[in-house]
């Protein structure tokens, strides 16, 4: 119990490392080339030393408590023991792997909903939209993509498919989608295919991708490991579009009877 | 008194944002594995601590990294020094992506994967000069993304040919990179982008948007989270053909 604590203030000073290049560089501009005093800066410093000890408490509450069950759990799913009831993947076919698929599914999701980057762009976005843009909305439409891009490439490891096919495809409905969706969403949707993955999806689903690529028979766990990140990075753009096209029929329809 | 409660609503607020966690997990652990939950009690104080940080990083969020960004994008946009801001932006990118513990660990994998692939010689040392090679290779790639998504908002350009070209540029990297270096390659994306980096990068974003006449906040404004991970797959892709 106390150990959590001395690795709370480990984490805590680790976070202060990762952030010092970063207020080095506003701070070296702010006095060397804007030359400008900052309006409030008591404030900002404040604001800065609160995201230092929430994102310490943050990494380490994920640490000492969700990361090695999820971690634990993924390799127990992907466990040749658990996936067929001789131990032999011999004659497995791709759906026996089913709780793997609805394990990457839910914590696609779940991890999703949680993502801090993810929160405080969906926050900026609302404000920006003066409200036209849920912060639910937001959430719950990239954490379906992020669900959907995991449990298909969980997916391509058990079935060992190029990686390419799918990213290449999806480019192809991104492009295609772009062209018909709504112009106030289209930046914001591709910028949400880049905050899904950071602190709390990352290492679960990592997990699950290694798990998978060192039992699967065939898969080398370097070669085939990696690509998850990617599926998570690609599908949130195109169901954040889906997300506006459908509340935009929405909108068209309800006011079709008014005319 | 009333702030007490203000502060309660917060972290209960925190506390619905993990619940989805907790369920699956739960649900996964009890109900399919059927084990029991084990250290229940340092789980609990996990769960309290995660529910504590993340209401601290939102309260930081709207005093310090928000108004930082806004702030800086107005100086510089009133300063009128289009060279000063693209140094900024550059600087934004690369200072925030290679001191990043995700790439450095993903920079670590990669140097494995070349040496088994025989792409590079199997010793540390040749293991380690890649590693750091591609984390050099990816911080420049984002700073130029950066300041690249910058320049686009400055000019009002539609976001979507930039993509689309970085789409392009992507599919044509994947037939000439080895095979071994495209999984990482694809994932390096998503990897770049760290929890400060988002919302300060958002903040500027939004802000030089909103500061430059003729520009919307919502088309303009966002966008440069897209081009800092769609532009490291293609400088990796061309990091494995080189080395």
Partial sequence: MI?????????????????????????????LVLRKPIKNLKKIITGFILVLLGLGFFLEGLEAALFPLGKLMAEQLTDPAFISASGSLENVQWWDYKWVYLFAFAIGFSTTIAEPSLLAVAIKANQVSAGSIGVWGLRIAVAIGV???????????????PLYWYIVTGYVFVVIQTLYAPRLIIALAYDSGGVTTSTVTVPLVAALGLGLASTVPGRSPLLDGFGLIAFASLFPIMSVMAYAQLSEWQVKRSKQPLK | MKSLKAILIL???????LMPIIVVIGFFQLAILQQPIPNF??????????????????QGLNMGLFPIGETMAYAFASKGSLFWLLMFAFALGF?????????????????????????????????????????ITVAVSVGFA?????????KGWPIQYFIIGGYIGVVIMTVFAPKEIIGIAYDSGGVTTSTITVPLVTALGVGLASSIKGRNPMIDGFGLIAFASLTPMIFVMAYGMVV
């Fill in chain 1, 147 to 161: 669900a959907i891009g995991i449990s298909l490439g969980v997916f391509r490891i058990v079935t060992g498919t």
């Fill in chain 2, 146 to 154: 950066i300041m690249l998504g910058v320049f686009r908002i400055i």
């Fill in chain 2, 11 to 17: 972290l209960l607020e925190s506390l619905r944002d």
């Fill in chain 2, 41 to 58: 009690g340092e789980i609990a104080l996990g769960i309290v601590f995660v529910v504590i940080g993340l209401t601290l990083f939102v």
């Fill in chain 2, 95 to 135: 200072g925030t992506t290679v001191a990043e513990p995700a790439l450095i660990a993903v920079a670590g994998e990669a140097a494995t994967v070349a040496a088994v692939g025989n792409m590079i010689e199997n010793s540390e040392a040749s293991k380690d000069s890649y590693a750091f090679g591609l984390r």
């Fill in chain 1, 3 to 31: 150990q959590i604590f001395i690795d709370l203030f480990f984490t805590i000073v680790h976070t202060i490392k990762d952030v010092l290049p970063i207020a080095l560089i506003i701070f070296g501009f702010q006095f």
